[in-house]
């Protein structure tokens, strides 16, 4: 199976798919033939380069050997309709939405924590949701260390994280009250595809709520930090926030380790870490933010400090975009780690 290049599909071409054709160029991965598919056919360009996007069909997957899928989740989204016939078809399936993520044939990788789970795949690899890529990152290196018993996280995230229309949401109603010279907060769109308004605004809801009055997105990291790390025994409780910024998830994350550990050692241990950056001199105004990490592949911790009350209590505050580390670049780095997998 090892290639010099590789057959690639990107399935849709909204926030993540886009960003998708981008990592690829910007990461150099071997493409022999790119096949771009969403629901219907047309011509876009992303940074200059034009590609055809092609209606999708099973027959479409015929000789792909990685099919990355960012299309809508649910019954009739993409990855429920067509991953298996592209594994089928011989490719091998990384999957961003929620569809396959808690099926336990199916591997959950950010590749920094767990990559050897890559090899367990039997056709489908699932990418985690963007709020527990970045945490795990920033998290695992102090696992390792010291061990985490309990995490209560705050999550503050970017409209792009709900998709290409909550962004088209937000313009718009950021727009329309600048437009007023806000004589009025309250807007109502038409094409509205978040619960509440927006700009100027953040609310409390993401997904739709379940068991123990959590969202959907609050129990994604719950079970899924759980099954990259491993550990079930991780007492999770999360707040997931919408925020008004365009691009760029940020985490309020508490922890409590199972030995003690300074926040200088946590410090020196993440700024070895792959895949983070440490920005912390809070004093000179240095922490990481949104507008740092939108288009860096990397996640941004800061803030790093001990809890005043509990012994083995710590505070970081987590940043990454969502749409890279969060999406499109976990899911090419899970590319990169199945083909240097084949023989
Ligand atoms: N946004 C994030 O930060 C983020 C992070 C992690 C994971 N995810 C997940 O990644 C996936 C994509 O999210 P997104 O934000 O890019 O969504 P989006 O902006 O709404 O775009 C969805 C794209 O998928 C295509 N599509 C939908 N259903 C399809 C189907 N049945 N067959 C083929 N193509 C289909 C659409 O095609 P048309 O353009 O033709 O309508 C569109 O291009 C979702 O599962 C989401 O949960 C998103």
Known sequence: MKKSKYNVAVIGVGAVGVEMLRVLRQRNFPVAELRVFARSARDIEVDGEKYSV??????????IDIALFAGTEGEK??????????VKRGAVVIDNGADFRMDPKVPLVVPEVNAKDVKKHKGIIANPNCSTIQMVVALWPIYKKAGIKRIIVSTFQAASGAG???VEQLKEETSIITSRGFSSLRVDVENKSLPQQLAYNVFPHIGGF????YTNEEWKLVKETHKIMHDNKIKISATTVR??????????????????????LVRKILSKAPGLIVMDEPRKSLYPMPIDAEGRDETFVGRIRQDCFVKNGLW??????NLRKGAATNAIQI?????????
């Open 54 to 63: 092609k209606q999708i069909s099973p027959e479409g997957f015929e000789g």
């Open 77 to 86: 989204g993409a990855a429920i309709t067509y991953a298996s016939e592209a």
């Open 164 to 166: 290409r229309s909550a």
């Open 210 to 213: 379940s068991e123990c009055d």
């Open 243 to 264: 925020v008004p910024v365009r691009t760029g998830h940020s985490e309020s994350v508490y922890i409590e380790t199972g030995k003690r550990i300074e926040p200088d």
């Open 316 to 321: 970081l505050w987590v940043v990454a975009d």
């Open 335 to 343: 590319a990169e780690c199945v083909i240097s997998n084949w023989k």
